[in-house]
């Protein structure tokens, strides 16, 4: 169903933006994803924020409608699939995307 896919794009962005924003608050990194995203728009560092959320949610539920998409293609969905794929993207994020 689409809009179950739209809603989990828009909550597991909602998550991940939160988990970082609260790690920077943390101390615990100094990437700041949105900013990052933002910045490469403009050179205002308030606008960059801004822009930068507006992005980084929109990518979100680019992901998702992918997801999705891949999903209605193999004709499988769940909970363990989901996560698979998710740990999967995580990992390439984590790794060859940020290095």
Do not use: C, Q
């Not at 962005?13 to 990194?29: H, I, P």
């Not at 403009?42 to 822009?51: H, P, Q, S």
């Not at 998702?64 to 998710?86: K, N, R």
């Amino acid at each position: 169903m689409i809009w179950g896919a739209l809603v989990g794009g828009l909550v597991g962005t909602l998550v991940l933006t939160t988990m970082l924003r609260a790690a920077s608050e943390l101390g615990l990194t100094r990437m700041d994803i949105p900013f990052l995203l933002g910045s490469a728009v403009t050179g205002d560092r308030v606008r960059a924020k801004a822009i930068g959320y507006a992005l980084h949610f929109g990518f979100g539920l680019i992901f998702a409608f992918a997801y999705y998409a891949v999903f209605t293609v193999i004709d499988e969905s769940g909970f363990l699939l989901g996560a698979l794929f998710g740990v999967v993207h995580a990992l390439f994020a984590g790794s060859a995307l940020v290095n």
